[in-house]
């Protein structure tokens, strides 16, 4: 059943009857739950923000077939339309993890203020187990199958391999062993950013206007620098959203904004990154998932429910690893397709496709997430 926080967020708690007396359908629903719901059932949680990183990780699986899809060829109309677009659109469910994680790592270290040695060592945790999962064989590949990837001479090798291991590569322009690795290295360098705004500068420790006041200049500058920079990583600026998030920002954004937070948004930020440049387009796209996440966040509006189901909350559970796995799976299956295919791809099979493909995404995400970050990580 689900009851609510004192503060008006939703929270979980599962009452499960004995296995022996439930039909087929509802042991497999218990054991889905069993697998994929992360804590303990006797806690609370944010609920929303599952459903939300399940959301993001179907925008980022329609981005990468999108992608796959328009390299083989595809006709003008509809399809080819829809195509192009969730190849611009589907990119920014990155951004919506952005914005998660600004909210929790800065509302937890601000809440809480451990050791700065402790704080990366619970995130080293958190993300090297699986991406060492990943990492490791796409390395051997790329020496078996790939010639010229990895640099010619000992010291340029180790030097290539150890700045894609320690995830400076997104942040360095250099071509990436893992291509989505370079999201990792945005948290990365948030982690290390914001854990030395808060604990080593003592921010946390001043009134919430003194902190707004310092997240304003330092969005103001970062703002600033991207109009001006063209190296800086613009798409970090979400993770500012999360962060006046977790200073309770959000609090009167009404229920019906959480659509502008996503259907509106579609176009809009599309339309605003061609016609307007990568910063306005960023900015815009920033604002809605903001919207978004404050409406859910409080539990208000259909949005807000819509990310409270299950299956979608499980599906953001375990959003890092089919993160880290679902472009491989699909730049797989549709390179064989490409062999099979003559001319550009049908559209009855472009649509065709999205199911058993993301069933496929779904099914190797699931293996690295039972074997090695729910164990390992999330423990």
């Given at each position: 059943?689900?009851?609510?926080?004192?503060?008006?967020?939703?929270?979980?708690?599962?009452?499960?009857?004995?296995?022996?007396?439930?039909?087929?359908?509802?042991?497999?629903?218990?054991?889905?739950?069993?697998?994929?719901?992360?804590?303990?059932?006797?806690?609370?949680?944010?609920?929303?923000?599952?459903g939300?990183?399940?959301?993001?990780?179907i925008?980022?699986?329609?981005?990468?077939y999108?992608?796959?899809?328009?390299?083989?060829?595809?006709?003008?109309?509809?399809?080819?339309?829809?195509a192009?677009?969730?190849?611009?659109?589907?990119?920014?469910?990155?951004?919506?993890f952005?914005?998660?994680?600004?909210?929790?790592?800065?509302?937890?270290?601000?809440?809480?203020?451990?050791?700065?040695?402790?704080f990366?060592?619970?995130?080293?945790?958190?993300?090297?187990?699986?991406?060492?999962?990943?990492?490791?064989?796409?390395?051997?590949a790329?020496?078996?199958?790939?010639?010229?990837?990895?640099?010619?001479?000992?010291?340029?090798?180790?030097?290539?391999?150890?700045?894609?291991?320690?995830?400076?590569?997104?942040?360095?322009?250099?071509?990436?062993?893992?291509?989505?690795?370079?999201?990792?290295?945005?948290?990365?360098?948030?982690?290390?950013?914001?854990?030395?705004?808060?604990?080593?500068?003592?921010?946390g420790?001043?009134?919430?206007?003194?902190?707004?006041?310092?997240?304003?200049?330092?969005?103001?500058?970062?703002?600033?620098?991207?109009?001006?920079?063209?190296?800086?990583?613009?798409?970090?600026?979400?993770?500012?959203?999360?962060?006046?998030?977790?200073?309770?920002?959000?609090?009167?954004?009404?229920?019906?904004?959480?659509?502008?937070?996503?259907?509106?948004?579609?176009?809009?930020?599309?339309?605003?990154?061609?016609?307007?440049?990568?910063?306005?387009?960023?900015?815009?796209?920033?604002?809605?998932?903001?919207?978004?996440?404050?409406?859910?966040?409080?539990?208000?509006?259909?949005?807000?429910?819509l990310?409270?189901?299950?299956?979608?909350?499980?599906?953001?559970?375990?959003?890092?690893?089919?993160?880290?796995?679902?472009?491989?799976?699909?730049?797989?299956s549709?390179?064989?397709?490409?062999?099979?295919?003559?001319?550009a791809?049908?559209?009855?099979?472009?649509?065709?496709?999205?199911?058993?493909?993301?069933?496929?995404?779904?099914?190797?995400?699931?293996?690295?997430?039972?074997?090695?970050?729910?164990?390992?990580?999330?423990?």
């Amino acid at each position: 059943m689900i009851r609510r926080r004192s503060n008006g967020w939703p929270a979980v708690r599962l009452m499960r009857a004995p296995a022996s007396s439930l039909s087929p359908v509802a042991r497999t629903t218990d054991w889905l739950c069993r697998t994929f719901e992360l804590q303990d059932p006797a806690h609370a949680r944010l609920l929303p923000m599952e459903g939300l990183r399940g959301m993001a990780v179907i925008l980022v699986f329609l981005q990468h077939y999108c992608v796959q899809a328009e390299l083989i060829g595809l006709p003008p109309g509809v399809t080819g339309s829809f195509a192009a677009l969730f190849h611009s659109y589907g990119n920014f469910g990155v951004e919506l993890f952005f914005v998660l994680s600004g909210y929790l790592i800065y509302g937890a270290l601000v809440r809480r203020a451990p050791p700065f040695i402790v704080f990366m060592r619970r995130r080293i945790v958190r993300i090297y187990p699986a991406f060492l999962a990943v990492f490791c064989p796409v390395l051997l590949a790329t020496f078996m199958f790939i010639p010229g990837r990895i640099p010619d001479g000992a010291i340029p090798a180790i030097r290539y391999i150890a700045a894609n291991l320690f995830l400076v590569a997104g942040i360095v322009p250099m071509v990436r062993i893992v291509d989505v690795a370079w999201s990792l290295s945005y948290e990365m360098f948030f982690y290390i950013a914001t854990g030395f705004l808060i604990l080593g500068l003592c921010v946390g420790r001043l009134q919430r206007t003194a902190r707004l006041v310092v997240l304003a200049l330092l969005w103001a500058t970062f703002l600033i620098g991207s109009l001006t920079q063209e190296w800086l990583p613009l798409r970090m600026m979400p993770f500012f959203a999360g962060m006046a998030l977790a200073e309770g920002m959000g609090g009167r954004v009404p229920g019906w904004a959480g659509w502008a937070g996503w259907a509106p948004a579609l176009g809009l930020a599309v339309l605003s990154t061609h016609r307007v440049g990568p910063v306005v387009g960023e900015l815009i796209q920033t604002i809605c998932f903001f919207l978004l996440c404050a409406v859910c966040f409080r539990s208000v509006g259909r949005v807000s429910q819509l990310m409270c189901w299950a299956p979608l909350r499980w599906l953001g559970n375990m959003s890092y690893s089919y993160y880290l796995v679902h472009g491989f799976i699909v730049r797989l299956s549709m390179t064989a397709l490409a062999q099979v295919v003559t001319g550009a791809l049908p559209p009855v099979a472009f649509w065709l496709l999205i199911v058993p493909l993301f069933a496929a995404t779904l099914a190797g995400s699931a293996l690295l997430f039972v074997g090695v970050e729910k164990p390992v990580s999330l423990r």
